[in-house]
Each structure stands twice: as C-alpha cells, then as structure tokens.
C-alpha cells in the first residue's frame, strides 16, 4: 500500500503505523476519521497495482513511479525500465546457450542409453576390442591377429570367420547409429551456437531428427 495526500495526491512509500493494522483495506483509504493526535487525517493508505512490463533478458528495472488514482483510490506504481547492457545482454544470451547445449547433449546421452540398454556393460567394454580384431583379422587372415574372436569362435563352435562377420555386422550397425546421434547432436548445437538472443535460445526444439 502506499501513504497518500488526500488533498495533493503527494504519494509517500512508508510503512501503514501500527496502530492502524488489523484495519479492513477500505477503512484505510480516507483517514479524516482518525483521531487528530495520529496526524494522519489527511493522508489515506491506497492499494498498488504494479506495472512492471519489460524484457529481462533485455531491459532492467531502474526505478519506480507512483501515480495516485483519485477515482478508484488506487495507487499506479510503474517501473522505470532502461536497457541492459551489451555486455549483460551477451551474458545471459552465452548462459542460455550453456544451458540449452547441457540439455541437447543430456538427451543424445540417454538415446545412447536407451540403445544400449539391453547389452551388458562388458559386453560394450569389449566392442572396441572385438572390432579391432575382427578388423585385423580380415586384413591379415591370420587367427593370432583375433585372440580373443578365436575364444569366443571356439566356446560357440562357429567358425571364426563366422564370427568376424557378425562382429563386422553388430559393429556396423553400432557404429551408424552413434554417428547418426552425434551428428544430431553436434546440428543442434551448431544451430544453437548462431542463435542470438536468449528467447531464441529456450524456445529452440531439441527434441527433433534423432534416430531413435
């Protein structure tokens, strides 16, 4: 509430006296019936209605203004708004970029979960392995150069060459898709990075294009 001038409409940012708390609000407005010792029959406490329209990834709030309203015995309190600087504004929009890129790539991580999420922890562990194996193996066709495929080949009673291409094929199939999410991935963070304004940048959908 605001203390007004009930003759001037002088308005005054002050604290409502104790002595007149617990008072209903349109007891408030016009206090000519309060005793003469308080000294407040000529002031009133009139309710605010806050103005305060401005862009905060743009602008900043300076001051206020006060404008008495005689007819509905309200008081206009209007924020004095002046833009941001150029080094905030670049701040906030370098934030919001943080943020959103931190998002993009939580989500590429968990469509990395969600296609791994039936294979075993070591068994993903020893992919690299496999495919380097099989990869040598191919090269050379010598079984020293897959040691491991050999074990492996040997406990399936597969032939090892049996083996090398289903390694080849699982890892082919692996491969694509991961290339396919960080390709994803890094076009939405290449599309956020030239984005130039922080409204820009919440409002960009990352949930498009992945493969999954």
């Not at 008081?75 to 998002?103: N, Y």
């Not at 070591?122 to 392995?129: D, H, K, L, V, Y």
């Amino acid at each position: 509430m605001r203390k007004v001038n009930l003759t001037t409409l002088e308005t005054f940012n002050e604290p409502l006296p104790s002595s007149l708390r617990g008072l209903l609000p349109e007891s408030l407005v016009d206090l000519s019936w309060s005793p003469p010792e308080l000294g407040l029959t000529e002031f009133g406490w009139w309710p605010i209605i806050i103005v305060d329209y401005h862009n905060p990834d743009l602008e900043q709030i300076t001051g206020w203004t006060d404008q008495a309203n005689p007819e509905d015995k309200t008081v206009t309190v209007t924020a004095i708004i002046d833009p941001l600087p150029a080094e905030t504004i670049a701040q906030i929009v370098a934030d919001a970029k943080t943020v959103k890129s931190r998002e993009c790539d939580l989500l590429a991580k968990s469509k990395r979960e969600q296609l791994t999420a039936t294979i075993a922890p070591g068994e993903m562990a020893s992919w690299p392995i496999k495919r380097a194996e099989a990869l040598a193996y191919q090269s050379t066709g010598q079984a020293t150069d897959a040691p491991n495929l050999v074990v492996e080949a040997d406990a399936r009673e597969i032939p090892l060459e049996v083996l090398v291409d289903k390694v080849m094929a699982k890892a082919a199939q692996l491969s694509y898709i991961e290339a396919h999410l960080a390709g994803i991935n890094g076009k939405h963070n290449d599309a956020i990075a030239l984005l130039t304004t922080a409204a820009a940048v919440r409002d960009y959908d990352i949930t498009t294009g992945w493969p999954m």
